[in-house]
Nanobody
Framework: QLQASGGGLVQPGGSLRLACVAS????????MGWYRQAPGKERELVASIARDSSTSYAGSGKGRFTISRDNAKNTMYLQMNNLKPEDTAVYYC??????????????WGQGTQVTVSS
């Protein structure tokens, strides 16, 4: 199970930090990522991070967003700076890995709303 938090209303130029906590019978989490979906648009990748903390960013967030993770806490973060109105969307976290029984998991969080407006 993934639980995302940290969204809210922020003015243009402001910052938010999203968090995603994975819980349950998790043996290991491999790739994690943040996606977003704006009204009337398809869900898109924002950033991803591998278990070794290597990262990849979509063009929209490069230079403004930073993805990170704490493997000991099964938690992933997205620091978003210099937010723009076009960043307004529901942000979802995603994770893939192994559960304690050895099988794979592929899970989505419930989403957290980010609204950038003056």
């Amino acid at each position: 199970q993934l639980q995302a938090s940290g969204g809210g209303l922020v003015q243009p130029g402001g910052s938010l930090r999203l968090a995603c906590v994975a819980s349950g019978s998790i043996f290991a989490i491999n790739d994690m990522g943040w996606y977003r979906q704006a009204p009337g648009k398809e869900r898109e990748l924002v950033a991803s991070i591998a278990r070794d903390s290597s990262t990849s960013y979509a063009g929209s967030g490069k230079g403004r967003f930073t993805i990170s993770r704490d493997n000991a806490k099964n938690t992933m973060y997205l620091q978003m700076n210099n937010l723009k109105p076009e960043d307004t969307a529901v942000y979802y976290c995603h994770a893939m890995g192994l559960v304690n029984t050895g099988g794979p998991f592929n899970s989505w969080g419930q989403g957290t709303q980010v609204t950038v407006s003056s």
